[in-house]
């Protein structure tokens, strides 16, 4: 069998439950290893995951490598990587994928590192194609898509001489497929084989906090750019969302100015989303804000400039002063 034709996703748990980008990473794990013709594998680390891991089938895996051991219950740097390093050396996957949160840009560099091979870091989109260097021509190699240079250019970054590639995934860029509870995971154990030594932290108490905005989990998202930054169009913003049972989104001069909590910012630097309905208000639809929202549904813009990129992108487009389209919507809102 070809290894390398497979494709590897490293799977994050926290508190024993699967982390959403590892399953939407299996959606794009599937597609590339379906133009590949190989497998979708992963790898996990945990203590007692065993049940949840079988949801990993439901999402496109087929078999997954699973080291548990009471020390790897919670995250910890260097017995991660370590781990992470054995399965890509005993199974030589052709291409890794990480999601680009805390845990995975911890570890997706120690082992790029150790197995000296290239790694991409938030890539917007994967691929497989050809690349050709001088004389030579690489075939099936993956393209790792991001956004450069301050969003100015979007790259295409390879590293066909190394194997496996590795890129990391920003979370809510991947889509995930619908899962198909009928399919099942080949779960297989793998002995631990990290040393105490390797443990340099111990973990004494976890707190965890409640999130106050999921924009990621939400359906329609009212969203306020600069052009409805005062605090009468926050607030009109605000109660737009409350009243379509949304979350408030915003752009990031937004954050910047002191406006709104970073947590509330869609883009290239804050969250991706894709709800049913994003309303953008007084923003002008930049590339690096377009990055976060463009896969949303439905897309209405306001805006008092008409040549306003955004209207470029947006289904439905209003031109006019944010706060007299806000107030009308909201009246209209809660009178329906
Ligand atoms: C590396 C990098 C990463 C970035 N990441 C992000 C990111 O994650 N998210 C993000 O959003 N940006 C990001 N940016 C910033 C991005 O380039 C833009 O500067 C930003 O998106 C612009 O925000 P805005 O549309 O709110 O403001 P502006 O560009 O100032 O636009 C304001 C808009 O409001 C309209 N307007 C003004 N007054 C009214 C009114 N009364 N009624 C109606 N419309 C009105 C104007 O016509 C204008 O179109 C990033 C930039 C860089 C370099």
């Not at 105490?196 to 939400?218: G, Q, R």
């Not at 930054?229 to 752009?251: K, V, Y």
């Amino acid at each position: 069998m070809n290894n390398k034709k497979n494709v590897m996703v490293f799977v994050e748990s926290r508190a024993g439950k699967i982390a959403e980008v590892s399953l939407e990473l299996l959606g794009a794990a599937r597609k590339l290893a379906g133009e590949l013709g190989g497998a979708v594998e992963a790898v996990a680390i945990g203590y007692n995951l065993s049940d949840e891991l079988a949801q990993l089938g439901h999402y496109g895996c087929q078999r997954v490598y699973y080291t548990d051991d009471k020390r790897l219950a919670f995250f910890s740097s260097v017995p991660y990587a370590k781990t992470v390093v054995s399965a890509i050396k005993a199974h030589k996957p052709g291409i890794v994928l990480f999601g680009a949160t805390t845990m995975g840009r911890d570890v997706a560099p120690r082992v790029a590192s150790a197995l000296k091979c290239g790694l991409t870091a938030d890539c917007t989109d994967l691929k497989i194609g050809e690349h050709q260097i001088k004389e030579k021509t690489y075939k099936n190699t993956l393209l790792q898509i991001r956004p450069a240079f301050g969003g100015n250019i979007v790259a295409t970054i390879v590293s066909p001489e190394s194997v496996p590639s590795m890129a990391t995934v920003r979370e809510g860029v991947m889509k995930m497929i619908d899962p198909d509870p009928k399919a099942k995971v080949e779960i297989i154990n793998e002995a631990c084989t990290v040393a105490d030594e390797d443990f340099l932290t111990e973990v004494l108490e976890v707190i965890t906090e409640e999130k106050a905005v999921n924009l990621k989990a939400a359906q329609i998202i009212v969203s306020a750019g600069m052009g409805a930054s005062d605090p009468e169009a926050i607030e009109l913003a605000r109660t737009l969302a409350a009243a379509l049972c949304g979350e408030l989104g915003c752009s990031r001069p937004v954050v910047d100015s002191g406006i709104l909590a970073k947590e509330h910012q869609v883009g290239q630097t804050g969250v991706t989303v894709r709800p049913n309905l994003y309303i953008a208000c007084g923003i002008s639809g930049q590339i690096q804000h377009r990055a976060g929202m463009s896969e949303a549904k439905r897309i209405i813009a306001i805006n008092k400039d008409p040549n306003a990129p955004i209207f470029a992108i947006a289904h439905y487009g209003i031109v006019g002063d944010v706060k007299d389209v806000l107030s009308k919507m909201i009246k209209a809102y809660k009178k329906a």
